[in-house]
């Protein structure tokens, strides 16, 4: 008679030998700079993702380090104007100032005009869609949705955050023809903003949802968390994933395979939560 309880019993032990043998195929040597290691470039400052030695990007890069068999070298590098500049000094060139490429970096978006900018990297490996968000005190600000004209009118009047020199600091001061300008108060980091939010001082915060997700963490739950979709937004979301030297395809195909294992085995979405941050397939 069929067991319902030992058929997925053995489907388990099916499911965990493949995922082994997934591995195992990966340990295989791989082409880095040092034998031996996977040097894995990260931003710095950037919770939840990466600084100060923790972050979602480093936790992501030693468990890919680990499926490639290799020892992990966590490297944290300041942002330059754009991505260009931080591909070029973090993964194909180096940076003038003597700091040597990694042989992969992470929070890359999957970006086909952004790759063909680029040919000296290849860009793939998506693991995360991020997007901007707003969090907000629903007693002084209703839901955020439908037109700019309509979701935003209350920041005429209310007072909403921003980090200083970000796509939503960038949007806010130039959507309805720059009418939130008085009322866009700027901070050195989402952290900043999400207390003083909750201080009173602002009503809400624009950011990525993944920053304020991380910033809010334990926050007032009076506090709501809503995607920003609406027709001004040019950018709904967008997919991060890796780079590599474009020469480095057998790297590329090593890393990509280990990327499909941590997100089928779960071990991405366990990363994701273990920094309070809801994982968004890309």
């Known amino acids: 008679m069929w067991n319902r309880r030992s058929a997925l019993r053995g489907l388990a032990t099916l499911a965990l030998a493949i995922a082994s043998a997934s591995v195992a195929a990966l340990a295989e040597p791989v082409e880095t700079m040092t034998p031996g290691r996977l040097r894995i470039a990260v931003y710095d400052d950037f919770a939840p993702y990466s600084g100060d030695g923790s972050g979602i990007d480093v936790a992501l890069g030693r468990e890919l380090a680990k499926r490639l068999g290799l020892e992990p070298e966590v490297v944290e590098f300041a942002a330059d ?7 070029r000094n973090m993964v194909w060139k180096g940076h003038y100032l003597g700091t040597r490429p990694a042989d992969v970096m992470l ?3 999957v970006d086909q005009r952004l790759a063909d900018r680029n040919e000296q990297v290849r860009i793939f490996g998506p693991y ?3 997007s901007l968000a707003v969090i907000r005190d629903p007693k002084r ?5 439908g037109s700019a004209a309509r979701a935003l009118e209350v920041f005429t009047r209310e007072r909403i955050g921003v980090e200083t020199a970000t796509l939503a600091d960038d949007f806010l001061l130039q959507v309805l023809n720059g009418r939130l300008r008085d009322n866009v108060v700027h901070f050195r980091s989402v952290a900043d903003a999400v207390k003083a939010m909750e201080a009173g ?3 809400a915060v624009m950011a990525t949802r993944a920053e304020i997700e991380g910033a809010a963490r334990g926050a007032d739950s009076r506090f709501v968390l809503t995607t920003v979709k609406m027709p001004e937004l040019r950018i709904q979301g967008w997919p991060l994933g890796m780079a590599v030297k474009a020469e480095s ?3 590329a195909d090593a890393l990509a395979q280990a990327m499909i294992e941590i997100q089928r085995d779960g071990t991405l979405a366990r990363i994701f939560s273990d920094h309070g941050v809801t994982l968004q397939k890309p």
């Open 249 to 251: 395809t057998g790297l």
């Open 141 to 145: 600000v209703p839901p955020v949705e």
């Open 201 to 203: 001082d602002v009503v």
């Open 107 to 109: 929070h890359v978006p």
């Open 128 to 130: 995360h869609l991020e």
């Open 81 to 87: 104007e754009d991505m260009n500049d931080d591909l």
